[in-house]
């Protein structure tokens, strides 16, 4: 199993930027397609974006589409989510996950990192 590290979560002023590092571990990161999903006290855990291993391919959730980036560099072993005109409805807590693919339903995917979070004040 690949093991994830989040981290970049912080308190920023709604219509700000913040930008997430998902930082993987092994060799083979390259052939693993990441996501991001974030998940409120209480709620669900909703998909944001996912990235396959090459970056050719990106999706979003309409929530963020136009906000939201999602990229990677395998030379790094590394994913981000950058994240641009922050509402305070973006505040959760942000997770990494990687797979062979990445699934919408949370609970369909297997690997995850510990989150971070992303507080954004009105």
């Known amino acids: 199993q690949v093991q994830l590290v989040e981290s970049g979560g912080g308190l920023v002023q709604a219509g700000g930027s913040l930008r997430l590092s998902c930082a993987a571990s092994?060799?083979?990161?390259?052939?693993?397609?990441m996501g991001w999903f974030r998940q409120a006290p209480g709620k669900e855990r909703d998909f944001v974006a996912a990235?396959?291993?090459?970056?050719?391919?990106?999706n979003y959730a309409d929530s963020v589409k136009g906000r939201f980036t999602i990229s990677r560099d395998n030379a790094k072993n590394t994913a981000y989510l950058q994240m641009n005109s922050l509402k305070p409805e973006d505040t959760p807590v942000y997770y990494c996950?990687?797979?062979?693919?990445?699934?919408?339903?949370?609970?369909?995917?297997?690997?995850w990192g510990q989150g971070t979070q992303v507080t954004v004040s009105s």
């Open positions: 990235i396959t291993g090459s970056g050719g391919i990106t």
């Open positions: 996950t990687a797979g062979a693919t990445i699934d919408s339903r949370w609970y369909k995917n297997d690997n």
């Open positions: 092994g060799r083979t990161f390259s052939s693993y397609t």
